[in-house]
T-cell receptor, first 109, second 116 residues
């Protein structure tokens, strides 16, 4: 199966700082999704991004499928951005997302 | 309106018992999933159903049995619960694209199962 590696494993920021989270994956993928798990445990889908770049407010994501990586950018971070960020590529098995181990983000006021 | 709902939210039970977790989605999606998140936050898919048909069945003990009475519901029944089954179980759903790929997956709030 696909191997997924996320970096960094932990990230501590002051409010207002920018950050980049990286996701490397080992095989060709049909799509890739980014999720945020908030401190209450809810998993929220941030992006569905098989390739290219998408933006949603202060967040943007880029996937370069040919080089097998995806990046999540968070600008002007806020305390509400705290939580765990997961990337999850879908390989050739329909619907099967393989989750990375996550990046734990803590934003201090 | 809750898009993907699960009941119960918390489940505390003794080893050896049998329990069920229910999931419902009102998004009109074709595909539903069960995931397990362990104490280290690692998320792994267990099962997936598309229009009531099982399409993903990962290496999961056969004590776990999913049941899909219709495409809006996917329940998870667990027999003879063990300590290692303690985890958070998430249900999710997505629609099937014309290209036969899946679309964005939407997750329920999770069910925290504690086996004593």
């Amino acid at each position: 199966g696909i191997q997924v590696e996320q970096s960094p494993p932990d990230l501590i920021l002051q409010e207002g700082a920018n950050s980049t989270l990286r996701c490397n994956f080992s095989d060709s993928v049909n799509n890739l999704q980014w999720f945020h798990q908030n401190p209450w445990g809810q998993l929220i889908n941030l992006f569905y991004i098989p390739s290219g770049t998408k933006q949603n407010g202060r967040l943007s994501a880029t996937t370069v499928a040919t080089e097998r990586y995806s990046l999540l950018y968070i600008s002007s971070s806020q305390t509400t951005d705290s939580g765990v960020y997961f990337c999850a590529p879908e390989g050739t098995s329909y619907g099967k997302l393989t989750f990375g181990q996550g990046t734990i983000l803590t934003v201090h006021p | 309106d809750t898009a993907v709902s699960q009941t119960p939210k918390y489940l505390v039970t003794q080893m050896g018992n049998d329990k069920s977790i229910k999931c419902e989605q009102n998004l009109g999606h074709d595909t539903m999933y069960w995931y397990k998140q362990d104490s280290k936050k690692f998320l792994k898919i267990m099962f997936s159903y598309n229009n009531k048909e099982l399409i993903i069945n990962e290496t999961v003990p056969n004590r776990f049995s999913p049941k899909s009475p219709d495409k809006a519901h996917l329940n998870l029944h667990i027999n003879s619960l063990e300590l290692g089954d303690s985890a958070v179980y998430f249900c999710a759903s997505s629609r099937k694209l014309l290209s036969a790929l899946t679309d964005t997956q939407y997750f329920g709030p999770g069910t925290r199962l504690t086996v004593l």
